[in-house]
């Protein structure tokens, strides 16, 4: 059983910084960040496999870090940008040589944590 808890959204302006947890009950190999903007398909942000970085969306690189301590996923976020006004959510699966980016292809779910930037 996988259970994922976000939060830590919040309305920020633009250029502001945001950091994101995810409480994680249960182990799988591969987890990660994923985001859903308003009248837009959820996309993936950045993916871990075994504890480390193991991909991050292009609109990521250079503004955010996923990292995970016991028990616990986080996504730093500088920068930030009206565009990355979202809900965020982790997800979960069992990849370890080859962890997607896609969204479809995760099993486990948390509820969503929104994030605002305004210009």
């Known amino acids: 059983q996988v259970e994922l808890v976000e939060s830590g959204g919040a309305s920020v302006q633009s250029g502001g910084s945001l950091k994101l947890s995810c409480a994680v009950s249960?182990?799988?190999?591969?987890i990660g960040w994923f985001r859903q903007a308003p009248g837009k398909e959820r996309e993936g942000v950045a993916v871990?496999?075994?504890?480390?970085p193991a991909g991050y969306a292009d609109s990521s690189k250079g503004r955010f870090n996923i990292t995970q301590g016991a028990n616990i996923l986080f996504l730093q976020m500088n920068d930030l940008k009206p565009e990355d006004t979202a809900i965020y959510y982790c997800?979960?699966?069992?990849?370890?040589?080859?962890?997607?980016?896609?969204?479809?292809?995760?099993?486990?779910w948390g509820q969503g944590t929104l994030v605002t930037v305004s210009s």
């Open positions: 997800g979960a699966d069992s990849f370890t040589i080859h962890v997607p980016l896609d969204p479809h292809e995760y099993t486990y």
């Open positions: 249960g182990y799988k190999t591969s």
């Open positions: 871990l496999a075994n504890g480390a």
